[in-house]
C-alpha cells in the first residue's frame, strides 16, 4: 500500500526517476525530488525514530528541518536529517538513538523509568557513593550521543568562495521575492538566496491550492529568475550574520562568504506546536508540514484527520487535506471560527464538523495516532466534562508562529511582543538591516506583498542616502495568528514542550519554582531549546511557560541568544578546501614506486612505512594475526637498521647556515647550551626554549669553521627557528647573517652496523674513528658529489647523515641503495625511526613535550647548565622551574607476556583513582620483545617505583613497570663501532 498522490501542480519530484533504498534492513522507493522521510511516508513507514531521552515513537512534524527525531545513520554519515536531506539510490540507512532495531527499541523501558528522572536529575545524582561515577558516566555517554561516527570518514572537501552585493534577501519566499524585484528595479545588485531547493516558499506549499495566489506565484518566479540585476542562489543556507553585514551562505559547492552592503530578512515563521498530552505521537504533526508533504512531494498525510487551530492557516490547511483525499472529521478552533475569514467560510460549505472554543486535551494510540480526545477550552484549560474521542490517524496543530528572526538577533536588533498578533516582531533594526513578510507581522498574501516592497524600497533608499520613505509597521495584519497559550495541562504529562530533550510541561514548571525563573538559566538546568533544533519549536512556548509561573509578561521575561548557525553545518563546509603547503623531498617519486605509505610531517609529505606489493600479498597470505601488515613492515625496517642498513630521507629537517663575527654569541643566546666553544669539525646536541622556558624545537649545532655553524631544526618547527633567530640577531644588535638551506638542501641518513662499510669505498672523507667520531661533522665527497656527513645516533646505531644538494639526492640515494643490497639495506619510514629512537628513549619535540613541558619535565636537566652559562633565552624561568618540577617524562614497559588490550598515546594513567600522568609514545620493541614507552607521570609518581596504571579505551586499568631510559644500549656502543669490532 502507498500514499501517495497523483502528480501535484508544485511538486519537487521526478518521477521518471525511481530511486531504490533501504531502511532499517527493508527495501524501499522513492522518486528523485523524494527527501528521505517523504520517500519513507509514502511507504507508509510512520515510524521514523526514536526520543532523546525517553526513546518514545516519532515520526514527521514539519519537514521544514526541524524534524531532530527523525535522524539517520548512514555507514558513512551519522545524524543525516531525513525531512529535507534528498533520497539518493542505494542509501542504506537505520533509525538513530535506538538500541536494538527501531520497531523494537529495547530502551523504551525509559519511558516507563520517566518520574524517577525529572528536569536536572543529571546534576543531582550519581555522584555518591564516588567510586560508582565512572560505571554512571560511561551509562551517561552512551545513552547520550546521536548517531556513530566512522573514523575511517574520507575527507569530502569543497572550496569556499567569496561574494559581494549590493543587497542580500534571505528567503525567497512572496515577500522576499517582491522585495528583491523592487530592489532590483531601482538598480541595485540583489543576490537572493533560498535555504531550499526551489524559490516560492509558502507560495508553493501553504497556497499551493489557493487559486488567487496562481497567477501571482507565477509573475514573481518569473520576474525574479529573469531580472538582470537578481542572482537567485536556491538552496543556499544563511548560517549567520555576522560584523559589516558578512554573511556566509552553505550551498550545494560549500559556503560562500557573502559580503553585502545590506541585508533584508525575509525568513518568515516557523510553525509552533501545542501542548498537550502524546502531542509526540506519529501521526501529530504541524499544518504546514503536511501541506508541505502534499505539495512538495505528493504523499497523503493520513486517512482522516484533525486539524487543531488558532487563526485561518488551519482552515486552509483542512482544505488542502480534503484536495489530498483525506477526511477531515473536524476542525478544533481554540477561538472563533467566524473570525477566520474566507478559507472558514469555504471549508463550513464542506459540511466539516468545526468545534469553535475547542482544544485537544490527548491524543492517544501506541506507537502512532488513533485518537483525540477535545474538550471545551477556556483560554487556559479544559472542561472534560463535555470531552469527546474522535477516531483519527492525522492530527495537524496550526496554533501559532514563531519569528524566524535568528538573522536579526545576531545582528543586534531589538523585538518585541505584540499583543495584537500574539507574536514576537522587529523593534529596532540596526542601519541596514530591514525585515519584512510574515516575519515582520504581514500575513496575507497582499501584506507579504506590499511589505516586501516596502523594504525593498527602504533599503534602496538606505544605500543611496535617501530619506526612508515608509514606516515598518505599516503593512502588518491587525488579527492573531498566534494564540497566547496553545498549553493544556494533564495530571499524567506527556505533554511535550520541546521534542528534541523530550521537556515536558512539568519539567519547565519545576524548573522556574526551584529558582531557574531567567529564561537563560532556566534553558541551561533544563536543556530546553539546546537540541539539534536549537529551540526552534520550543522557545515561544518554554518563554510563555516561563511567564505564567513568574507572573511577567513575555517581554519581561525575554528570549535566549541565538547564536550562529541557523542549521547544523557540517565541519567539512566550515574547513573548505585545504590551503596548507605540500612539499616533497627530492626522493619522493622513488619512495612512491617502492611502495612508501606516505603520511604528513608539518607541510612535508614523508614515508610512513614501505610496503612494496610482493610484501602486502605474501603479509596478506600468511595472515596478520595481531599485528597488522603496517606493523610487520615497521617492524622488518627497525630489525634491518639494527641488524643491518637501513636508509631514511630525512630532507625535510630545517637547514640553518649561520655565519659572521657573532655567530656564536647568537647560538649561545638562542640555545640552552654553549655553543661557542663547540671545536671545528663536531655537533652538539641543540635544545631551544622560549623565555617562559618551554621546549619549542631542538636539533644539532655544527661548527663549519670559527664564524660558521650549520644547525638543524625540526621539520615542523624549521621556520619558526629560523625566524626565531633572525629575531634574536636584531634585537641582540649582532653582526650574523643566516641562510635557511632547508628547501635546497636534501639529507638522508645511513644507519646500521654496516654503515661506515658502505660508505668508505665511495666518499673521499676518512671514516676512521680517530678522524671521524662520534658527533663528528665533515665535508668531502660522496659518489662525486659535495657533501656533508655528520655522525648521528637518533636511531642508537652507527650513523651518519647526509646534507648534500637537492639535484644530486636522488643518485646518490639510489647509489646507496644498491650497493648496500650486500648488506640487506632497506628504506626505512617515520614509524620505524620512532621505534628506534623510543628504543634509546630520545624524545620527539610536540609528541613527548607540550606546550608547557620544560627541560627539567622532560627528563633533561643535563641539557640545562644554569651553573656554567651566564645567561640564554628562558634560564630566568628555568632557574625557578627546576624547584617547581611537578611532572616528569618516565620510561615504561608491559609486563612480559602481556597479550590484553594495549594502551595508546594520550592514553592517561591513573593513580588511587585520579589523573596521574598520560602516554606520549608507546611502540613494541623487536630488540627487546616487549611494548615500551614513554609517559608524563605527575610528582610523587614519578619519583616512586610503584607500578604505573593506565585506563585503555575499554575502561580496563592495564599495568605499567616504570623503568630507566634509554632501553637499548644504555652505554652507546653501537653508535661508535662497527659490526665487525662488536662481534
Excluded at 511516508?41 to 531532530?68: C, E, I, M, W
Excluded at 533560498?194 to 495566489?213: F, K, M, R, V
Amino acid at each position: 500500500m502507498t500514499s501517495r498522490l497523483d502528480p501535484q501542480p508544485l511538486e519537487w519530484l521526478d518521477r521518471s526517476e525511481t530511486l531504490s533504498f533501504e531502511f532499517e534492513g527493508l527495501a524501499f522507493t522513492g522518486f528523485a525530488g523524494d527527501s528521505i522521510s517523504s520517500a519513507l511516508l509514502a511507504s507508509n513507514q510512520t515510524l521514523l525514530g526514536r526520543s532523546f531521552k525517553y526513546h518514545r515513537p516519532r515520526g514527521a512534524v514539519t519537514l521544514a528541518n526541524h524534524d531532530v527525531n527523525a535522524l539517520f545513520q548512514s555507514s558513512e554519515e551519522p545524524n543525516i536529517r531525513g525531512d529535507v536531506t534528498p533520497l539518493a539510490a542505494g542509501m542504506s540507512l537505520t533509525a538513530c538513538n535506538v538500541n536494538g532495531s527501531l520497531e523494537k527499541d529495547k530502551d523504551q523501558i525509559i519511558g516507563k523509568l520517566s518520574r524517577f528522572l525529572p528536569v536536572g536529575f543529571y546534576y543531582k545524582s550519581f555522584h555518591k557513593p564516588k567510586k560508582l561515577f565512572p560505571m554512571w558516566e560511561r551509562v551517561i555517554r552512551e545513552k547520550a550521543g546521536l548517531g556513530t561516527i566512522d573514523t575511517r570518514w574520507d575527507a569530502r572537501r569543497k572550496a569556499k568562495t567569496y561574494g559581494f552585493c549590493d543587497l542580500l534577501v534571505v528567503g525567497a519566499g512572496a515577500s522576499g521575492m517582491q522585495a528583491a524585484l523592487t530592489a532590483a528595479e531601482q538598480g541595485l545588485d540583489v543576490v537572493l538566496a533560498e535555504e531550499n531547493p526551489h524559490i516560492g516558499g509558502s507560495l508553493d506549499y501553504q497556497l499551493a491550492n489557493d487559486d488567487s495566489a496562481a497567477p501571482i506565484r507565477t509573475a514573481l518566479k518569473q520576474k525574479v529568475q529573469s531580472h538582470a540585476n537578481i542572482r537567485v542562489l536556491p538552496g543556499h543556507l544563511a548560517c549567520g550574520w555576522y560584523t559589516d553585514h558578512y554573511v556566509p551562505l552553505l550551498g550545494p559547492d560549500g559556503i560562500v562568504k557573502m559580503r553585502a552592503r545590506a541585508v533584508i530578512s525575509a525568513t518568515g515563521v516557523m510553525e509552533q506546536p501545542a501542548v498537550f498530552r502524546n502531542n509526540d505521537l506519529p501521526g501529530v504533526m504541524m499544518a504546514s508540514g503536511a501541506q508541505r508533504l502534499v505539495a512538495r512531494y505528493a504523499v497523503k498525510p493520513g486517512q482522516r484527520a484533525v486539524v487543531l487551530t488558532a487563526n485561518s492557516e488551519g482552515y486552509r490547511a483542512a482544505l488542502d487535506m480534503l484536495a489530498a483525499g483525506v477526511e477531515v472529521a473536524a476542525v478544533v478552533d481554540m477561538g472563533k471560527a467566524d473570525s477566520r475569514g474566507r478559507w472558514a467560510d469555504e471549508l463550513k460549505s464542506k459540511n466539516v464538523s468545526l468545534l469553535d472554543g475547542h482544544a485537544v486535551y490527548e491524543a492517544k494510540g501506541k506507537d502512532k495516532l488513533k485518537q483525540v480526545v477535545v474538550a471545551p477550552f477556556d483560554g487556559s484549560a479544559c472542561n472534560l466534562k463535555l470531552a469527546r474521542e474522535i477516531d483519527a490517524d492525522l492530527l495537524l496543530m496550526s496554533v501559532g508562529w514563531a519569528p524566524a528572526a535568528q538573522l536579526l538577533y545576531q545582528a543586534g536588533s531589538r523585538l518585541a511582543y505584540d499583543s495584537t498578533l500574539e507574536q514576537i516582531l522587529p523593534q529596532e533594526l540596526p542601519s541596514g538591516i530591514f525585515a519584512c513578510g510574515r516575519l515582520n507581522g504581514a500575513f496575507t498574501l497582499d501584506q507579504r506583498l506590499a511589505d516586501g516592497e516596502r523594504a525593498g524600497t527602504e533599503a534602496a533608499s538606505f544605500l543611496k542616502d535617501q530619506p526612508l520613505p515608509a514606516e515598518q509597521t505599516d503593512c502588518r495584519d491587525t488579527e492573531a495568528h498566534s494564540h497566547p497559550w496553545p498549553i493544556v495541562d494533564h495530571p499524567k504529562g506527556k505533554n511535550f514542550v520541546d521534542y528534541d530533550e523530550d521537556l515536558q510541561l512539568k519539567d519547565l514548571v519545576n524548573a522556574a519554582k526551584e529558582g531557574f525563573d531567567n529564561i537563560e538559566l532556566m534553558k541551561r538546568f533544563s536543556t530546553v531549546g539546546m537540541g539539534p533544533s536549537q529551540g526552534k519549536h520550543a522557545n515561544m512556548n518554554g518563554i510563555r511557560v516561563l511567564a505564567a509561573v513568574t507572573g511577567r509578561t513575555i517581554d519581561q521575561t525575554g528570549s535566549t541568544t541565538a547564536r550562529p548557525m541557523f542549521h547544523p553545518v557540517p565541519v567539512q563546509a566550515l574547513a573548505g578546501r585545504r590551503f596548507r603547503a605540500e612539499r616533497l623531498t627530492a626522493m619522493h617519486q622513488w619512495h612512491l614506486d617502492n611502495g612508501a605509505q606516505m603520511m604528513e610531517a608539518g607541510a612535508w609529505l614523508r614515508p610512513e612505512f614501505y610496503l612494496p606489493a610482493s610484501e602486502a600479498e605474501a603479509s596478506e597470505a600468511a595472515g596478520a594475526g595481531r599485528q597488522s601488515i603496517r606493523e610487520q613492515a615497521i617492524l622488518r625496517e627497525v630489525q634491518a637498521v639494527r641488524t643491518g642498513l637501513g636508509l631514511i630521507d630525512v630532507s625535510t629537517l630545517g637547514k640553518i647556515e649561520v655565519m659572521g663575527p657573532d655567530a656564536g654569541k647568537l647560538l649561545d643566546g638562542a640555545y640552552t647550551m654553549r655553543m661557542s666553544n663547540i671545536k671545528q669539525d663536531m655537533t652538539r646536541y641543540a635544545l631551544m626554549v622560549d623565555e617562559s622556558g618551554v621546549i619549542v624545537d631542538d636539533g644539532i649545532a655544527a661548527r663549519v669553521a670559527e664564524d660558521r655553524f650549520y644547525v638543524s631544526a625540526t621539520t615542523s618547527h624549521a621556520d619558526a627557528t629560523f625566524r626565531t633567530l633572525s629575531r634574536h640577531i636584531v634585537e641582540w644588535g649582532l653582526d650574523v647573517r643566516l641562510v635557511n638551506r632547508t628547501g635546497t638542501l636534501a639529507a638522508m641518513n645511513l644507519a646500521g652496523p654496516h654503515a661506515r662499510k658502505l660508505l668508505a669505498p665511495l666518499t673521499d672523507i676518512d671514516l676512521s674513528e680517530e678522524n671521524f667520531p662520534y658527533l663528528g661533522f665533515k665535508e668531502g665527497n660522496l659518489c662525486g658529489v659535495p657533501v656533508r656527513l655528520i655522525r648521528v645516533g637518533f636511531v642508537g646505531e652507527l650513523g651518519y647523515e647526509i646534507h648534500l644538494p637537492i639535484e644530486s639526492a636522488q643518485l646518490v640515494w639510489n647509489t646507496l641503495m644498491n650497493k648496500g643490497a650486500e648488506y640487506g639495506i632497506r628504506p626505512f619510514g617515520v614509524e620505524a625511526q620512532r621505534v628506534l629512537r623510543l628504543e634509546k628513549g630520545h624524545i620527539i619535540v610536540g609528541q613527548d613535550t607540550d606546550g608547557l613541558t620544560n627541560p627539567f619535565e622532560a627528563n633533561m636537566p643535563w641539557a640545562v647548565p644554569l651553573k656554567s652559562k651566564a645567561w640564554f633565552t628562558g634560564k630566568p624561568s628555568l632557574a625557578l622551574l627546576k624547584e617547581r618540577c611537578q611532572r616528569t617524562l618516565r620510561g615504561f614497559m608491559l609486563p612480559k607476556g602481556y597479550s590484553g588490550e594495549l594502551p595508546k598515546e594520550c592514553h592517561l594513567l591513573i593513580d588511587s583513582g585520579d589523573i596521574a600522568g598520560r602516554i606520549t609514545s608507546i611502540a613494541y620493541s623487536p630488540s627487546l620483545g616487549r611494548y615500551i614507552g614513554l609517559a608524563m607521570v605527575d610528582q610523587p609518581l614519578a619519583g616512586s617505583d610503584r607500578m604505573y596504571q593506565v585506563r585503555v579505551d575499554s575502561g580496563a586499568l592495564v599495568p605499567l613497570e616504570p623503568c630507566a631510559i634509554p632501553f637499548y644500549d644504555a652505554e652507546g656502543e653501537r653508535q661508535t663501532i662497527d659490526l665487525t669490532e662488536v662481534a
